[in-house]
């Protein structure tokens, strides 16, 4: 799995002790795993003893099986699209059937041209990964960033999540209503500002004139 070397240099009966980071391979067998420690493994050292070299890990090391989502950003316009990839780990050697759903069903489609919130995707035999679409919705609304969760689910995998956040592709809009289109100098008239997206926080509004010595807001 992994080589390491060492140029330190050993005094009769000394030892050392090195820790090493080792990466399980993706296509490593899942469940238990107990890991082998070869020392000189490539008899370079001269030594009485060669039967001590070899240690067997104590307790196993489980590897679980993990689907993994991966998208190429956090954040999609609407109208706008992007490739996700759904990654296995484990043995290739058989193909696997991934389901995609999301639960925003009105956000995003994993379709380019229906609106599907579920999508079957297949990991080939010899393959870690597959793609998949995901188009985000335009709802013609201005309703708000839209936090979406995205799952991935598969026979003896746990659930995988990612998240993604939807974008309006609608700006917002003031709308400004005056009781009247005329008025008497001297009088006052009513306005009423209206915003299309309501939110729990104040808004400030700049209320102009454009003749000032006529009309004073």
């Known amino acids: 799995m992994k080589t390491f ?111 599907t919130s579920v999508a079957t995707v297949t990991i080939p035999a010899g393959s870690s990964s597959a793609q998949f679409s995901v188009r985000a919705l335009n709802d013609g609304m201005v309703d708000g960033s839209q936090l979406v969760n995205i799952f991935a689910s598969a026979p003896t995998f746990p659930t995988a999540l990612a998240q993604l956040i939807v974008l309006d592709a609608q700006v917002p809009n003031l709308r400004l209503t005056v009781a009247t289109n005329s008025v008497t100098e001297g009088l006052t008239v009513a306005a009423t500002v209206r915003r299309d997206y309501v939110t729990a926080n104040p808004l400030t509004v700049l209320l102009q004139s454009s003749t000032a010595n006529r009309l004073l807001v």
């Open 5 to 115: 070397s060492t140029t330190n240099t050993f005094a009769s009966g000394a030892f050392l002790v090195r820790t090493q980071i080792v990466t399980v391979p993706v296509n490593s067998a899942l469940g238990n795993t107990r890991f082998v420690v070869v020392v000189d493994s490539g008899n370079t050292v001269v030594e009485s003893n060669e039967t001590n070299n070899l240690v067997l890990a104590t307790n196993a090391t489980v590897i679980p099986a993990l689907l993994t989502l991966q998208l190429p950003g956090t954040q999609l316009l609407e109208g706008t699209t992007m490739t996700g990839i759904v990654f296995r780990n484990g043995s290739t050697s058989q193909p696997l059937t991934v389901t995609i759903t999301n639960d925003r069903v009105t956000e995003i489609s994993f379709s380019l041209s229906a609106t």
